[in-house]
């Protein structure tokens, strides 16, 4: 279809809202170039196909002209208009061979075959899948280029009888999300420089978007205060001032301090959000969360855990109650927000990213949590879905019935029935009842050998030695025999003897007659034209293999035809028994359509 | 004579059970005469006696119409020195089997009479594991077991599943099932069984040597034999009977849920009950048609 070059009217678009520039989109050998009708347009193209990376295009029946899009090893794109569809269909099946044999990265990016079933559109993810098995296994790579880049195979037929390969591969990719730390956000030292009075904490956003979710109220106050009310410095300058006398655990002092500023009392206060959630919490723990041990977990060897706080000065007069927090509280808002993980999936910038998609994943989940009706019955089909964690479980097998015997005894009683009867009536029995000597007869002469043996004794000699020595020899030769050996001695293998090229070939020869048997087996019974096609094609590949194998066959040195022939026998039977099917199935069909016509003539 | 610290002897010695095939009807039209197999395997079990002072032989009649332990060399009492003729336990052997002899010919003479010319291989087998499991179970030690099959009749189809339980127990308690076969063709249950348990199948060809078949093939113990070279077997028919009509089969149907074999198309497993489905009855003959390798 695409042999030697492709010619085309297109619109050339450097970008999706560019209109285009009209001109010949010409695609030969290992160049495309793209010469415009203005001859003093600037959009001239002419590249090598070696920096085309991959392509998409416009599905037919879509709303969108048909449209070739081109990707570079830059990142950039051409787009080519077309002017119809089959123009744009043919281009691309051009552009897929040329890049199919260019380079093996994008060996599967031409994944758009001859003849397309309509509902062959793959997505991205599994088409990296193929790339990446293709990439791994060169025996499949091969199989791959010599069956779907020769166009006997489609793609989709390839990969249809590999589901399992790509299923597999796909599990893995799904991988469990990360949560938070263990280190608790409290750890947070300042850095002192020594002479001055001054500290310094530095904070990343990973530990603000912590700090945020484990303090609602903090999060509260950053979206309403920052940056409107105050810089986002002073934010946080008050928040540590905050945390600050909350270390020093002198209540007092704190509450002295938030009379005072009303924005710091925000931090000083309890928490109002968490109050409100916690018992709801408490239920919406996600099982599949990571909790990756890190260095917060090793704390054993360092004084009160490690834990930047101290419990000893507690003072306890209720009216500060307000504003006492204790290690309780803090280690246990650390549980429940490292155990609910991170919902918030985004580049960790700017402070203000991370509050305000803290603050829609909280939305989200505050939307949900309307429902709570039926919250429950929610929660549990959550669970079961989610606590299938995919390391833990066991591959997904097809559902069993179990084997039950109902009664074995009835089992082998009617066997024994079915038995008998059939003694009884087999013909092939009773010719040989009849044949046989009579019973009585035959104990007789039994028991007259035995008494002969008795009375005479054993014969001596027991051999003559003449047969013992038959016997040996004839041992022996069987023993020495190596016909035997050829492939029964499971350590050597008859094909490590082959040179190593003719063991390749014929290798790769098997693994293709298999795949191609398999896909040819798998068609029948033919039910629709499509298939029916598809047999004809494996058919024709099928007898390309022949002389191949003849040719294999006669370059192996004379010392390893014997073993080669034997191999190459087993290939032979193999597409022999799918030829005489074919022709079987050919036979029966004519005959069938022989019959139509007879009795559409009567 | 210092017992091994293991649950054996030594490792050299061993306990046979020899099947003996005493169907009349096959002796009958045998071309080598039972008084001349007999006496081959008198010599070769004597001479086996002599390989070790502990090694033990157990005979085992197979009839026509039932089976019999007819010699044990441990309960044989060592007494005279035998006749002249022959050693003691020979002559005892054989009283003993002519003793067989005219039960078997008194059941044949009770019973529905008739049949083809096989004998009970599944009820001797059988015997002959109980006795290794009795061994197993009863002292300290033990010698190394392995079955003896010397037989001639053809297979009897109809006991397949027993012959076949018999032989996948064997393998299970890791007893060589060895096999001599004198009749005119090869006897698929016995290559079968010596495949499976990892004993030797032969066919001699020559059944005026079968004393020295016997004791260069079979004679040495299960040790030496990892350091010999024994006969292979050529290829090995893995045809089975079906489960009802006893046939033996090359292609049939396998219940897809229980593995039972059938020569024809059921609508219901007679085993398991599963009731098989009954869309596109050519096509499911074409595709489940399940073709048995022989492997040669």
């Not at chain 1, 003072?315 to 280690?331: F, G, N, V």
């Not at chain 1, 089992?411 to 019973?439: C, H, M, W």
């Not at chain 2, 049949?115 to 002292?139: D, H, T, W």
Request: glycine share 6%; proline share 5%; net charge neutral.
């Amino acid at each position: 279809m695409a042999s030697g070059h492709v010619m085309k009217r297109v619109k050339y678009k450097t970008s999706v809202k560019d209109p285009g520039t009209p001109g010949v989109l010409k695609m030969s050998g290992d160049r495309i170039a793209f010469i415009p009708h203005n001859p003093n347009s600037a959009s001239k193209l002419d590249v090598n196909f070696r920096s085309v990376k991959g392509h998409k295009n416009t599905k037919e029946g879509s709303n969108k002209p048909p449209w070739l899009n081109l990707t570079n090893d830059q990142g950039g794109s051409y787009i080519f208009e077309f002017e119809s569809y089959p123009d744009m269909h043919i281009c691309r099946d051009y552009v897929g061979k040329i890049i199919a044999k260019s380079g093996e990265p994008a060996k599967a990016a031409p994944a758009k075959p001859d003849m397309i079933a309509p509902d062959e559109q793959i997505n991205t993810a599994e088409l990296e899948v193929r790339i990446k098995l293709l990439r791994e296994d060169s025996e499949l790579q091969k199989l791959h280029k010599q069956l779907v880049i020769g166009g006997i195979l489609t793609e989709a037929e390839f990969w249809a009888t590999r589901k399992r390969l790509l299923e597999r591969e796909y599990g893995n990719k799904r991988k469990q999300r990360v949560g938070f730390k263990s280190a608790m956000i409290s750890d947070i030292k300042p850095a002192t420089d020594g002479r001055t009075n001054r500290v310094t904490f530095s904070l990343t956003p990973e530990i603000i978007l912590q700090i945020f979710a484990e303090k609602p109220a903090v999060h509260q106050a950053f979206l309403s205060f920052v940056p409107n009310k105050m810089t986002e410095m002073d934010f946080w300058t008050k928040y540590f001032r905050a945390e600050y006398l909350h270390s020093t655990k002198n209540a007092i002092a704190a509450a002295a301090e938030a009379a005072e500023d009303e924005e710091l009392a925000i931090f000083l206060k309890h928490d109002d959000i968490l109050a409100e959630e916690a018992r709801r919490k408490i239920r919406r723990v996600d099982p599949t969360v990571n909790i990756e041990a890190d260095q917060g977990d090793d704390y054993t060897h360092l004084p009160d855990h490690g834990i930047f706080c101290d419990e000893a000065k507690e003072t306890s007069e209720p009216q500060y109650e307000l504003y006492k927090r204790t290690l309780a509280h803090d280690i246990n808002r650390h549980a429940a927000v490292v155990l609910e993980g991170r919902s918030v999936e985004v580049e960790l910038e700017g402070t203000k990213t991370v509050a305000e998609a803290l603050a829609r994943s909280k939305q989200a989940e505050a939307a949900n949590e309307d429902s709570a009706a039926n919250a429950d019955q929610e929660w549990l089909k959550r669970l079961s879905r989610l606590t299938e964690i995919e390391d833990l479980q066991a591959p997904h097998n097809h559902p069993v019935a179990p084997l039950c015997i109902k009664d074995p005894r009835d089992y082998f009683d009617s066997q024994q029935a079915n038995a008998v009867k059939i003694l009884g009536e087999d013909p092939l029995g009773t010719a040989k009842r009849k044949s046989a000597v009579n019973s009585n007869e035959a104990f007789g002469f039994l028991r007259e050998c035995i008494s002969q043996v008795k009375s005479v004794g054993l014969h001596d000699p027991i051999v003559k030695s003449k047969d013992a020595l038959q016997v040996f020899n004839a041992l022996a030769h069987d023993i020495s025999r190596t016909k035997y050996d050829v492939g029964k001695i499971s350590q050597e293998s008859a094909l490590d003897k082959l040179p190593s090229t003719t063991k390749e070939q014929i290798l790769h020869h098997w693994a293709s007659i298999q795949e191609l048997l398999k896909h040819f087996w798998s068609s029948y019974p033919i039910t629709t034209s499509y298939l029916y096609a598809k047999v004809d094609r494996l058919k024709e590949a099928m007898s390309q293999i022949y002389p191949q194998l003849e040719e294999i066959k006669k370059s192996v040195p004379a010392n390893h035809k014997q073993q080669v022939s034997v191999l190459v026998r087993q290939m032979h039977q193999a597409l022999d028994s799918a030829f005489q099917h074919y022709d079987a199935d050919q036979q029966k069909r004519s005959a069938k359509s022989d019959q139509r016509l007879n009795g559409m003539r009567e | 004579m210092a017992p091994a610290p293991s649950k054996l002897y030594a490792d050299d010695v061993s306990l046979l059970l020899v099947l003996l095939d005493t169907n009349p009807l096959f002796w009958s039209n045998c071309a080598l005469p039972f008084s001349k197999f007999i006496s081959h395997v008198l010599a070769f079990l004597n001479a086996f006696l002599r390989l070790h002072q502990l090694n033990q032989v157990v005979v085992i009649a197979t009839g026509y119409n039932s089976c019999d332990y007819i010699y044990d060399s441990s309960s044989a009492t060592s007494g005279s020195s035998g006749t002249g003729k022959m050693p003691v336990f020979c002559s005892k052997l054989l009283e003993n089997l002519e003793e067989f002899v005219i039960r078997d010919e008194q059941l044949e003479k009770g019973g529905p009479g008739g049949g083809i010319a096989s004998s009970l291989l599944s009820g001797a087998l059988s015997m002959a594991l109980c006795y290794i499991q009795r061994v197993f179970r009863s002292g300290p030690l033990h010698p190394h077991p392995r079955i003896l099959c010397l037989h001639g009749s053809q297979d009897g189809p109809e006991q397949y599943v027993a012959i076949m339980n018999s032989i996948f127990s064997a393998q299970h308690s890791m007893v060589p099932i060895d096999s001599c076969y004198v009749g005119a063709q090869n006897s698929a249950f016995l290559q079968q069984a010596s495949y499976i348990t990892g004993g030797v199948y032969l066919k001699p060809q020559l059944l005026d040597g079968l004393f020295q078949y016997l004791s260069t093939v079979y004679a040495t113990d299960l040790y030496s034999r990892g350091a010999l070279q024994l006969p292979k077997s050529v290829g090995v028919d893995f045809r089975a009977s079906c489960f009802c009509h006893k046939r033996t089969i090359d292609m049939g149907y396998i219940c897809s849920v229980c593995l039972s074999i059938f020569c024809k198309h059921h609508k219901k497993c007679s085993t398991c009950g599963s009731v098989f489905g009954q869309q596109a009855q050519s096509d499911v003959a074409s595709s489940s048609n399940k073709r048995k390798m022989s492997d040669s």
